[in-house]
């Protein structure tokens, strides 16, 4: 059974750093995309990088430069590091597993298969 399991956020200045990770389990993500997406209440979910098991990534607009996704296969951990926050990262974050991702660069939640539980990041100003 897939289980994702999400660490590492919390509340920070802008223009701060946080760094969130990712725990997988039953999943074998080697040639399949995981991925960062993020919902504030009454908004869609948001897709905002994601990874494949060969290291293509992809960024929505508004974070690249500061966000930068990563992995580590031996630890079967994904990474978000988030610098220069702004209020508007403010989201609940969730890491996903997609099995057949066919459009990885438009970040589309429906594609993910799995899901963990969220972490929250919350910028103030």
């Known amino acids: 059974q897939v289980q994702l399991v999400e660490s590492g956020g919390g509340s920070v200045q802008a223009g701060g750093s946080l760094r969130l990770f990712c725990a997988a389990s039953?999943?074998?993500?080697?040639?399949?995309?995981m991925g960062w997406l993020r919902q504030v209440p009454g908004k869609e979910r948001e897709g905002v990088a994601t990874?494949?098991?060969?290291?293509?990534?992809y960024y929505v607009d508004s974070v690249k430069g500061r966000f930068t996704i990563s992995q580590d296969k031996a630890k079967n951990t994904v990474y978000l590091q988030m610098n220069s926050l702004k209020p508007e990262d403010t989201a609940m974050y969730y890491c996903?597993?997609?099995?057949?991702?066919?459009?990885?660069?438009?970040?589309?939640?429906?594609?993910?298969?799995?899901w963990g539980q969220g972490t929250q990041v919350t910028v103030s100003s």
């Open positions: 990874i494949s098991g060969g290291g293509r990534i």
């Open positions: 039953g999943y074998s993500y080697s040639s399949n995309y």
């Open positions: 996903a597993a997609g099995q057949r991702v066919r459009f990885p660069s438009l970040l589309k939640s429906a594609e993910y298969n799995y």
